[in-house]
């Protein structure tokens, strides 16, 4: 008894299958859950990084973490890349009319149970003052000492100066849930680790 002759593959399955399966599914795996490129847009991490520096932000900190897998993830002095919290006005901006969460880029200061303060123009972590030889002088205002709430981190750009940068001194800790990841790793033009 001779085997039923399959009918010929179409040219949409054999498309679906190497394109789709083959190019794009890994693609998305690697960016959604490893990691992808970020380019920096403004001035509020200068002199660390400068508008149209290129990072590589690693996704998968992230993920680990909310797996309850370890990991070091986040430390002090990391540079996260994250969505500004939803409750405050400073975290919106509107393109081609339509209002959006922007990511942002700055370095992590304090960590969930760290008690951080601005005082006399320098930052205070657990009563120390923090050595920071990244920032800029030029703080707004003081602030008082802020205990940082589980599951979240407080955060500040390297450029201190009046209004250069929106950050933990405007809206407060961030919600891990929205950070995407730490980005220390410069890429282009200066290759390299981001000081810490």
């Not at 942002?104 to 972590?125: F, H, S, Y």
């Amino acid at each position: 008894m001779n085997p039923v002759p399959r009918p010929p593959t179409s040219p949409w399955k054999q498309a679906w299958r190497i394109w789709i399966l083959g190019a794009l599914l890994p693609v998305y795996l690697l960016t959604t859950f490893v990691g992808t490129l970020a380019r920096v847009d403004g001035d509020s991490m200068n002199d660390t990084l400068h508008t149209g520096d290129l990072l590589l932000l690693l996704k998968y900190p992230r993920w680990l973490r909310a797996a309850h897998l370890p990991t070091s993830y986040p430390r002090r002095g990391d540079l996260l890349i994250f969505k500004a919290p939803a409750d405050s006005p400073y975290s919106y901006e509107t393109v081609w009319g339509v209002r959006h969460r922007p990511y942002n880029v700055k370095r992590a200061v304090a960590l969930e149970g760290d008690t951080v303060a601005i005082q006399e123009g320098r930052v205070v972590l657990n009563g120390k003052p923090l050595a920071e030889s990244y920032a800029s002088d030029g703080f707004s205002r003081d602030q008082p000492a802020l205990t940082v709430p589980p599951g979240k981190v407080w955060v500040l750009g390297d450029n201190r100066r009046l209004g250069a940068s929106l950050d933990s001194r405007v809206y407060g800790p961030v919600d891990l849930r929205d950070v995407a990841g730490p980005a220390n790793l410069r890429l282009w033009p200066r290759p390299g680790l981001v000081p810490r």
